[in-house]
């Protein structure tokens, strides 16, 4: 079983910084791209950030500049670090783990989600 857990998700005032990071752990052969994506109140999930295991990048254009995705192949682990926080940036962000191969063959997966809320 492939359990996704997300850490670093909080309160922070505009402006402000924080850094998300989300582990995949189990019986994990490989993970074809990792990345992020986020839901506020009343609209639907939305790409953040991905990251293939070869390292090429995609960012949402409301992102780009201001969020950095990182991946550690080794530990399954995939990072994003947001700065510049605005308001909209506000929602519950969630960790995607695609095309995930496992001795049971290949799903996606993923993880609980974490708030994120950009506030003074």
């Known amino acids: 079983q492939v359990q996704l857990v997300e850490s670093g998700g909080g309160l922070v005032q505009p402006g402000g910084s924080l850094r998300l990071s989300c582990a995949a752990s189990g019986s994990i052969f490989s993970i074809r791209a990792m990345g992020w994506y986020r839901q506020a109140p009343g609209k639907e999930r939305e790409l953040v950030a991905a990251?293939?295991?070869?390292?090429?990048?995609n960012y949402a254009d409301s992102v780009k500049g201001r969020f950095t995705i990182s991946r550690d192949n080794a530990k399954n682990t995939v990072y994003l670090q947001m700065n510049s926080l605005k308001p909209e940036d506000t929602a519950v962000y969630y960790c995607?783990?695609?095309?995930?191969?496992?001795?049971?063959?290949?799903?996606?997966?993923w993880g609980q989600g974490t708030q994120v809320t950009v506030s003074s």
């Open positions: 990251i293939t295991r070869g390292g090429s990048t």
């Open positions: 995607n783990a695609d095309r995930t191969l496992t001795a049971r063959g290949v799903r996606d997966y």
